[in-house]
């Protein structure tokens, strides 16, 4: 075959590009010279390889650097050309070197937590309210983390020489508190700020543009964005994500290459899927914020499809009552979920620290989807009237006279 008639590569992008488009065109740059439009999915576990001096060279120095072997992978487990396109291309969005994909969320804040270890360093410390599981492997001991919890002013005083990570969550998960990443990365100096950004995702804000080394995604949320993806991925300079890779073939945390292929299809309709869904969010967060039957609502200041809010009476009621919106834990999906975060998501930490984190009992969850923000929004309503009128409402329980016992208190100690 004549290869001077074969069509030259395309030119390489002369400047950077929107975020919509890189959305869109990241990860797949290669694929017209291929001549092929969707990106292919490589399911294998092992590669072919005539020369084994040759395979053992790539070995050696994929173990010894943790770099992208040069040609074809080896094994699965130390690179998947798939998943590949997906971290690139998150990378790009998230405007770092490189990403390194895991089976989940929790696989990747694991990696990281094992990276920094291996040095020595195992203290970690963080600002609650995180993630329940991320909260619980952080202090259960599980991975022999030792963590310090502290408010963003103390993060200085907080660091130790055998500090190695400083974690926040910002919007955080479930009050969607927010977190100035710029005045928290200057606390932390040379040690290492991750910043969990699965809430906002880097359509509304970019950690790393504000000092963040380490950028954390449960992409099983917003970048998967269809709830039918478990992933999660870790943005970073090369050097850490050289690490991290090392760490991810050593433990096998990998990410599945349909996973991977399903991934990097959700990213390039991110950008308007968080538009669409921050849009609907902020107006029933409006709503929300002027109506008498609810107490408290959270949106936060980057804006974003979360919501939550804090009822006067029996949270758990809305969640029975809901019918078009889907009562589940789990978020980013392109239908509106809710919880109730004090008995689902953040039910693994005690308590008292839930409590003190701000995660009340009157407090729920809701990821806003891409129904129409009326038909969400007579869902509410409805939900908000039957949990209002109940029984158990405790201002109307306040109500009836204390000489017979109220319905409210009969079912409260039946419930016992
Ligand atoms: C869900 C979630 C995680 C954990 O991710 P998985 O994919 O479920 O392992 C971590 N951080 C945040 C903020 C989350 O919402």
Same mark, same amino acid.
């Given at each position: ?10 030119? $390489? ?9 890189? @959305? ?18 490589? /399911? ?9 001096? #040759?395979? %053992? ?13 040069? #040609?074809?992978?080896?094994? $699965?487990?130390?690179?998947? =050309? ?11 969005? +998230? ?15 694991? @990696?990281?937590?094992?990276?920094? $270890? ?23 001991? /599980? ?24 974690? &926040? ?34 359509? /509304? ?36 994500? %050289? ?13 599945? =290459?349909?996973?991977?292929?399903? /991934? ?27 109506? =008498? ?6 949106? =936060? ?5 979360? &919501? ?36 689902? !998501? ?5 308590? #008292?620290?839930?409590?003190? @984190? ?10 806003? #989807? ?16 039957? +949990? ?5 409402? !405790? !201002? @109307?329980? $306040?109500? &009836? ?16």
């Amino acid at each position: 075959m004549d290869t001077e008639a074969m069509s030259p590569t395309p030119p $390489a992008p002369f400047r950077s590009r929107a975020l919509a488009t890189e @959305a869109v065109h990241a990860g797949r740059d290669d694929l017209a010279s291929l001549g092929l439009h969707a990106a292919p999915i490589d /399911l294998s576990t092992t590669y072919p390889s005539y020369d084994s001096r #040759g395979e %053992a060279a790539r070995i050696d120095a994929f173990a010894t650097t943790g770099a992208r072997p040069d #040609g074809p992978p080896v094994y $699965a487990r130390l690179d998947n =050309p798939t998943t590949a396109r997906f971290e690139t291309a998150l990378a790009r969005l +998230e405007g770092t070197a490189s990403a390194v994909a895991f089976a989940s969320g929790m696989a990747a804040l694991t @990696a990281v937590l094992l990276a920094r $270890a291996s040095l020595g360093l195992r203290h970690v410390v963080a600002v609650r309210p995180l993630y329940g599981c991320s909260d619980h492997l952080l202090g259960a001991g /599980l991975l022999g983390t030792e963590v310090t919890w502290t408010d963003p002013a103390g993060i200085a005083d907080a660091i130790r020489p055998d500090t190695g990570l400083v974690m &926040v969550e910002t919007p955080a998960n479930p009050t969607l508190a927010e977190i100035d990443i710029r005045a928290v990365a200057h606390s932390c100096g040379s040690v290492p700020l991750l910043v969990d950004n699965t809430f906002a995702t880097p359509v /509304l804000q970019r950690p790393v543009e504000h000092g963040a080394r380490i950028v954390l995604h449960s992409a099983t949320k917003y970048l998967g964005g269809h709830g039918d993806v478990m992933g999660g991925v870790v943005a970073c300079d090369e050097e850490f994500a %050289a690490t991290l890779r090392q760490v991810r073939f050593a433990t096998g945390g990998v990410l599945h =290459p349909m996973a991977g292929y399903l /991934l990097l299809r959700g990213l390039s309709t991110l950008p308007v899927r968080i538009r669409a869904a921050s849009a609907s969010a902020a107006e029933l967060a409006r709503r929300l914020s002027a109506d =008498p039957r609810v107490a408290r609502v959270h949106y =936060p200041e980057v804006g974003g499809a979360m &919501v939550s809010f804090e009822v006067f009476g029996d949270p758990h009621r809305i969640i029975s009552d809901v019918r078009l919106i889907t009562p589940a834990v789990s978020l980013g999906s392109v239908d509106t979920l809710i919880q109730h975060p004090a008995s689902i !998501s953040h039910r693994i930490v005690a308590e #008292g620290d839930r409590r003190a @984190a701000g995660v009340g009992e009157r407090l729920l969850r809701m990821s806003v #989807g891409l129904e129409d923000v009326e038909d969400l929004w007579a869902d509410l309503c409805q939900a908000l009237s039957a +949990e209002a009128a109940a029984p158990a409402r !405790s !201002s @109307a329980a $306040a109500q &009836v006279p204390r000489t017979r016992p109220s319905a409210a208190e009969r079912t409260g100690s039946a419930g016992r």
